[in-house]
């Protein structure tokens, strides 16, 4: 009798362990080459996008960056729909598919020097079925995770938050690696596409892995709902602005980290590699943190703990740009990065349970998923694109500091009515 209860208590822990993985993977990979596309923005915009002036090539890829974006809502509504109504399963392995297609195409495509226009096409090609991919990923993962135990749901669900930081560490790894191991000529002939080839790679075991999962507990005893996002649009619609509003900080902070090598080397000069390191830590940050603040979110709550990384957030936004332009070294840069990775950790800890708890099983994902498209595509898909835009026209090198207050205070205000209707909630229970 004890015998098989230890056998069943460690095939759980064993299925639990399995689930971080397959979740952290893909997560991680869906991330991945967003952020090394972004960290190799100067070399892309050369091969892909150029023009006459280096700003304007940025411009355009930056501006590809965001594009795609902009299809992360759309791909929030069809596979955030399909997972309520078919299973997160299933939903999983259908955007590792489409993720690892649109690596595919990026790395082995012909630059602008080869087939002109249609080098650039087929980026934006890649990078929309990213987008598609990346919008179904978070609800889904996210569901997937938080269905597990109600108990524990703040720090499974904290995983695929953590993951993100495993992503920063392995693209700011890779973005050191080439700055280091390749001349700029051999990076722009073949190394740039390594990072890409290496998403590809990792692609099938992902896929592999998540095709051997088990639905939730929640999904397989519920009854789907038809029609998932009309009914997320009739009832649903508070959950999704606020999921939005929540996303807001920390998502322009995973994009200052993204945004920061590039910011350090084109305008004040320093090292490519230099400016990796400190992405790197920052990962590192992330990944050990954000779990211990899901854990302690299941037992003291997590909007106290939302509440100070907003505050953090908001009271750090100038000065952190001021630092870095005034000091203008590596290690300035170094100590920005890994207060971002401090800070955001702290916020970031806990938001995954929180936000499942905003809607019910039948439109969890499609919430969490438009929720959080809606949030990233307005405040980080943009921001590069925006940061690069206010320096050039204002001249002034702290101005991106404006638009990461106002997304610190939108999620402040957010985390404030949350915290709100929990307490009316634990009143009238």
Request: overall charge positive; hydrophobic content about 55%.
């Amino acid at each position: 009798m004890v015998a098989s209860v230890s056998n069943a208590s460690n095939e759980a822990r064993g299925y639990e362990w399995r689930i971080i993985v397959a979740s952290s993977l893909g997560n991680a990979l869906e991330w991945f080459d967003f952020i090394i596309f972004g960290f190799l923005a100067a070399t892309m915009a050369e091969l892909f996008f150029p023009a006459g002036d280096r700003n304007t090539s940025l411009l355009l890829t930056f501006a590809t960056f965001g594009v795609t974006f902009l299809l992360r809502p759309l791909g929030a509504m069809l596979l955030g729909s399909y997972a309520d109504r078919r299973g997160r399963k299933d939903a999983l392995v259908l955007c590792i598919g489409l993720m690892t297609a649109g690596s595919a195409i990026i790395g082995l495509a012909p630059t602008y020097e080869v087939i002109g226009i249609g080098a650039p096409l087929l980026v934006l090609l890649a990078r929309s079925l990213q987008g598609l991919s990346a919008g179904g990923e978070f609800g889904a993962t996210l569901a997937f995770m938080a269905e597990q135990s109600g108990r524990r749901r703040g720090y499974l669900a904290s995983w695929p938050l953590a993951s993100q930081g495993l992503t920063t560490i392995l693209a700011a790894g890779c973005g050191a690696a080439l700055a280091r191991g390749f001349s700029p000529e051999d990076l722009k002939a073949w190394g740039w596409r390594i990072p890409f080839l290496i998403g590809v790679a990792i692609g099938p075991i992902a896929f592999y892995i998540r095709a051997r999962l088990v639905e939730t507990p929640a999904f397989r005893s519920m009854a789907p709902a038809q029609a998932p996002v009309r009914s997320l649009m009739t009832s649903g619609k508070l959950g999704v602005a606020l999921c939005a509003g929540l996303m807001a900080a920390p998502a322009v902070m995973v994009y200052v980290l993204l945004y920061l090598p590039v910011y350090a080397t084109t305008q004040l000069g320093l090292r490519a590699p230099d400016a990796f390191l400190g992405a790197m830590v920052a990962g590192a940050e992330q990944l050990l943190l954000i779990p211990i603040l899901g854990r302690l979110s299941d037992r003291y709550g997590g909007g106290i703990f939302m509440l100070c990384g907003a505050v953090l957030m908001l009271a750090i936004a100038y000065p952190l740009f001021a630092w870095i332009a005034f000091k203008a070294t590596a290690a300035a840069l170094m100590l920005a990065q890994t207060t971002i990775g401090l800070v955001s950790s702290i916020y970031l800890g806990p938001l995954g349970g929180v936000i499942a708890k905003r809607f019910p099983p039948q439109t969890r994902t499609s919430g969490m998923a438009l929720g959080h498209a809606i949030g990233v595509t307005s405040f980080g898909g943009l921001a590069p694109l925006i940061f690069t835009l206010l320096i050039a026209t204002t001249g002034d090198k702290l101005s991106p500091s404006i638009f990461v207050a106002v997304a610190a205070g939108v999620s402040l205000a957010c985390v404030m009515v949350v915290r709100r209707d929990d307490a009316r909630r634990e009143a009238t229970a």
